[in-house]
């Protein structure tokens, strides 16, 4: 199984994002956009383990979440990776001034460390991916889709479950199967 460990944007995150997936859906040229489906923000990807893990996993992420509350989340600007001169993905910032976020990503970071799943190297970036690059010419589809987009409005959303994700690669594209969600209650386990 290929699992990854995400925030599933609430609705009022979510859609003016699918809206600007959808006005720009004929900017196409060397770009593969995400599915309106697969708009997230990836907390730790996993990559293939064993279906037997999931039961190890579970538990984990429903004690993270039992003691962690829900936070707010807002979008923020458009951006890419690596650099804008030669960028790979487009992605949406979002703004965590509450640091719920990052300290949630912190947190799920060392408990799965604690089952052998290794630390990423990078830090944090709180980030949803909206397109990928996929030929030489997407860089310039990513560079002008940022310039001409006007700043996405400040919309902002409390963030209360945390999911756990398996990532199915097909010809067409990842799709995205839900192993559970755990509702953020910030109270600790007793």
Known sequence: MRCFIAI????PLKNPLIRLLRQNAARSRGLRWSSESQLHVTLKFLGEIDAARVDEI???LAAIAAGCPPFPLQLGDLGCFP??????????????????????????ELSLAGLGFEPERRPFAAHVTLARVKAPEGGRT?????????ALAAVSAPVTELTF?????????????????FRLDGVAPT
């Not at 599933?8 to 609705?11: A, I, R, S, T």
């Open 8 to 11: 599933d944007l609430p609705p």
């Open 58 to 60: 579970r538990p984990l």
């Open 142 to 150: 990513v560079r002008s889709v940022i310039e001409s987009q006007a």
């Open 165 to 181: 994700f398996e990532s199915q690669l097909s010809t067409q594209g990842a799709r995205y199967r839900v192993i559970d969600a």
């Open 83 to 108: 650099t804008p001169r030669d960028p790979r993905v487009l992605w949406c910032g979002l703004l965590d001034e509450s640091r719920g976020l990052s300290d949630l990503a912190g947190r799920v």
